[in-house]
């Protein structure tokens, strides 16, 4: 059975960086469409940043340009870096992963939750001013 597990979540003051992992194990990395959502309190999960098997990325309109999802097939890792940290990307962080190349709506690689069948347990991360 696929596991993931999130890790690197934390309390940072406005501007600062955090990176998130996400260690896989039970499957082989390669050939997993990989991506990061978060939820906040009342607020519906939403999709952050998607990496496809080609290595061919999407990102979340409010994260584009600050964050960035990386993929190191050799330690079965899937990486966010965080950077420009804002409160209102406060929220608990969760890795997924779905077999296969990511599916893409008018050529755009998901960001929809309902496309990932593995799901970690979350990291939180907490952007204080």
């Known amino acids: 059975q696929v596991q993931l597990a999130e890790s690197g979540g934390g309390s940072v003051q406005a501007g600062g960086s955090l990176r998130l992992s996400c260690a896989a194990s039970r499957f082989v990395f390669n050939g997993y469409c990989l991506g990061w959502f978060r939820q906040a309190p009342g607020k519906e999960r939403e999709g952050v940043a998607v990496?496809?098997?080609?290595?061919?990325?999407r990102y979340g309109d409010s994260v584009q340009g600050r964050f960035t999802i990386s993929r190191d097939s050799l330690e079965n890792t899937l990486y966010l870096q965080m950077n420009n940290l804002k409160p209102e990307d406060t929220a608990n962080y969760y890795c997924?992963?779905?077999?296969?190349?990511?599916?893409?709506?008018?050529?755009?690689?998901?960001?929809?939750?309902?496309?990932?069948?593995?799901w970690g347990q979350g990291t939180q991360v907490t952007v204080s001013l």
């Open positions: 997924a992963a779905d077999s296969g190349r990511c599916t893409r709506y008018n050529g755009h690689v998901t960001r929809n939750r309902a496309d990932f069948a593995y």
């Open positions: 990496i496809d098997t080609d290595g061919s990325t």
